[in-house]
């Protein structure tokens, strides 16, 4: 929050891009790196496998224009770190998170003229949850018109159909889910669902008997997505979202950069958000 409120400050000062750069091993010559036009600010991290989306969305939709993330040593960390490479870019971070390799030539690809993104204040964003910090940054950073951003499987947030004509209203996937994001209506006769808490774990799937339930993974930007409402087919309101203008980029085809080699921040594709948004989703 500090290191984001600093670089806000800084951007709203001079207009100059802001770059974070979070390493394990420190890459040489970042001290010289982007001095003409940009701010570096360095961080040493002790596990890089421990930064996740929300931190990262956060980063980016409060303050910094640009995340070199080091991949972490472990074969097993830099597969947590590209899921959560692959969130942020579905969720806004296309074009504006680098993951790194070593550090050699970091200094050279750091030396690119960058232009700066509007950014909102770090506590308008820092609100509840992590993942509620997740979903205002993913709407700050994505365009205004996003009502849904595809996800890639796995991701931690998405939605739950319900096919009525196989549901023999046993409750067993009430009882098992570990979030309420399923829950009962009031008159105990229907199934009602909340997106954002939604972790798409998975149990109430496989829990049911009747192979009634089917999970899809995405955000729904709109406040839709906070409201309680009755768990539909794929056919219903949930799909009304689905259709929302302006949605991510294909996410898969974001991540193809290897861990191995990072793609050069000179490569990247910027561009000015042309709106920023806070307010009204949370
Ligand atoms: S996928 Fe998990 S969190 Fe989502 S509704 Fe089913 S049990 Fe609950
Ligand atoms: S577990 Fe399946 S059959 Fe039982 S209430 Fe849930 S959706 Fe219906």
Redesign the pocket.
Known sequence: MALCQKAHGRKLATGRAQVLVLYELEPPGLEEAGAGHSDIASVSVCKLEKITHADLLHALASGFDVICLQASSAPQGQDLQRLEVELVRALGGLGRILLFNGGAGLDRQLSARLLPFPSVAPEVLAVGSRRDTARASAAALLPASTGHADLPDQAPYGS?SLNEDLCNNCNS?VW????E??SLTENGGALS?VES?????????SICPQRALS?APGMDLTAYAVLPHLLAGSGGKMDAADTGEGAAEDPAAAWHQPAETGLPIAEVSITPVPETRHTGRV
């Open positions: 739950v996937c098992v889910c570990p979030s994001a399923l669902f808490l939604c972790t798409q774990c998975g149990l109430c799937v999970m």
